[in-house]
């Protein structure tokens, strides 16, 4: 039985063609997986699980039919959707994941993270970050009515593509050194994370052994995911969108 | 009414022409003129919806006249056995290709004039009796084909689309 992971799926109603592919994905992938991750970013943008959007609940039901169906789902957040909560989760089938989480991948402990936290040579960010994921400041942020945060969501997606003029956002690369570092706190020798958009895998030495790191792909003109079988090497695939 | 005679049973669709005139009669005439006579369905996702009338079997487009103004604004919604018009990222590019919903996709519909909230137009609905064919399609096992994913593996054909009278 397989292991499944995902991230930076980006949901939102305007690219209802990767909601389709997610979809899809659930019907030909997922289903007769032991367990699916969905690590981070999946969707564009959270300001709360009492929004109920369409989409929101829409992605809920598809996922909640495969946790049904006997595939275990885990989420973990990503810089974008951090504020999903356990009611979102618990309508979706699904367990919240800490960041990092370290697994047991057919026998192989990982480590899985979102991947944001590596990314230390972004100081402004790693600012920004520590500040949202404060749960005070969680706490304060989700007191505020379901209108507020619509319209504070709204001016802050119109300020950013007013700043953008229609350019994707730069995201910066790990880095390398963090990598390491976190590879031998936790003493194991392989990674998956997402958040870069720069899919690929990693040979490297953690531990004074060799470790590895595998990036997860964004979806937008591919659909990205690593495939674990019990006995095989993980490993990255991509289809056309 | 619309008949759309498949190789896995008949489809009736009743148009909106109300609620969504010029994509209505955009499509009449797509039937009108036989333009969907041997196209196919290509793209199949069970828990989503069932697209059709853009390709011939082996994924061969047939040219289209040009795409019609978006009504989405009309305020029907995207519910299961609804008929809405497909298009690219630009709300004003429909053509020939439609899709009938086959789960409440409530996340299609307008909410903005722009180019992310616009949604996608719902013109018709699929008669109760047809859904017995859709969900004949929606079963349907589907693979990779010309760099599509979704695709039926096995071709299902619009033999023939006709305008007939309402039973």
């Known amino acids: 039985?397989?292991?499944?992971?995902?991230?930076?799926?980006?949901?939102?109603?305007?690219?209802?063609?990767?909601?389709?592919?997610?979809?899809?994905?659930?019907?030909?992938?997922?289903?007769?997986?032991?367990?699916?991750?969905?690590?981070?970013?999946?969707?564009?943008?959270?300001?709360?699980?009492?929004?109920?959007?369409?989409?929101?609940?829409?992605?809920?039901?598809?996922?909640?039919?495969?946790?049904?169906?006997?595939?275990?789902?885990?989420?973990?957040?990503?810089?974008?959707?951090?504020?999903?909560?356990?009611?979102?989760?618990?309508?979706?089938?699904?367990?919240?994941?800490?960041?990092?989480?370290?697994?047991?991948?057919?026998?192989?402990?990982?480590?899985?993270?979102?991947?944001?936290?590596?990314?230390?040579?972004?100081?402004?960010?790693?600012?920004?970050?520590?500040?949202?994921?404060?749960?005070?400041?969680?706490?304060?942020?989700?007191?505020?009515?379901?209108?507020?945060?619509?319209?504070?969501?709204?001016?802050?997606?119109?300020?950013?593509?007013?700043?953008?003029?229609?350019?994707?956002?730069s995201i910066m690369d790990v880095t390398p050194e963090e990598v390491v570092k976190t590879l031998e706190h936790y003493g194991v020798q392989l990674m998956i994370h997402g958040h870069t958009h720069r899919p690929d895998i990693h040979e490297l030495q953690a531990n004074g052994q060799n470790a590895r790191r595998m990036v997860l792909g964004d979806w937008d003109k591919n659909i990205w995911w690593i495939e674990a079988s019990p006995g095989q090497q993980p490993e990255l695939k991509k289809a056309p969108l | 009414m619309i008949l759309l005679q498949t190789n896995l049973g008949d489809i009736k669709l009743e148009l909106d022409y109300e609620n969504a005139p010029e994509t209505a009669k955009n499509f009449e005439q797509y039937v009108r003129d036989g333009f969907y006579d041997g196209l196919i369905f290509h793209r199949v996702i069970s828990n989503f919806m069932v697209q059709g009338g853009g390709f011939e079997p082996g994924m061969q487009p047939r040219k289209t006249r040009d795409p019609i103004q978006n009504e989405a604004d009309n305020g029907l919604s995207n519910m299961v056995g609804t008929v809405a018009m497909a298009r690219t990222m630009d709300p004003h590019s429909a053509t020939a290709q439609f899709f009938i919903n086959v789960e409440n996709n409530g996340f299609l519909d307008h909410t903005a004039k722009n180019a992310e909230g616009w949604g996608y137009c719902v013109f018709g609905k699929v008669t109760d009796d047809s859904m017995e064919t859709v969900n004949k399609i929606r079963a349907t096992r589907t693979t990779m084909r010309a760099g599509h994913q979704d695709v039926p593996a096995e071709d299902i054909v619009i033999v023939k689309a006709e305008v007939v009278e309402a039973a």
């Not at chain 1, 609940?57 to 169906?69: F, I, M, N, R």
């Not at chain 1, 697994?103 to 402004?124: F, K, Q, R, W, Y």
Request: hydrophobic share 40%; with cysteine.
């Open chain 1, 1 to 169: 039985m397989t292991t499944l992971f995902i991230s930076d799926l980006h949901l939102e109603e305007s690219r209802p063609d990767i909601t389709g592919a997610f979809l899809s994905f659930l019907n030909k992938n997922a289903v007769g997986a032991r367990q699916l991750y969905i690590l981070g970013d999946f969707f564009e943008a959270w300001i709360g699980d009492d929004e109920h959007t369409p989409l929101q609940d829409q992605v809920a039901k598809a996922l909640k039919t495969l946790s049904e169906s006997g595939t275990e789902i885990f989420l973990m957040h990503g810089n974008r959707d951090f504020l999903i909560g356990e009611d979102y989760c618990v309508r979706a089938g699904a367990t919240l994941l800490d960041d990092p989480a370290l697994i047991d991948l057919n026998g192989t402990p990982t480590l899985l993270m979102h991947g944001d936290s590596l990314c230390t040579a972004d100081v402004e960010y790693q600012k920004f970050r520590a500040n949202m994921r404060n749960p005070q400041m969680q706490k304060m942020m989700l007191a505020r009515p379901l209108e507020d945060r619509q319209k504070m969501a709204r001016q802050l997606r119109e300020l950013s593509a007013a700043k953008n003029q229609g350019k994707a956002e």
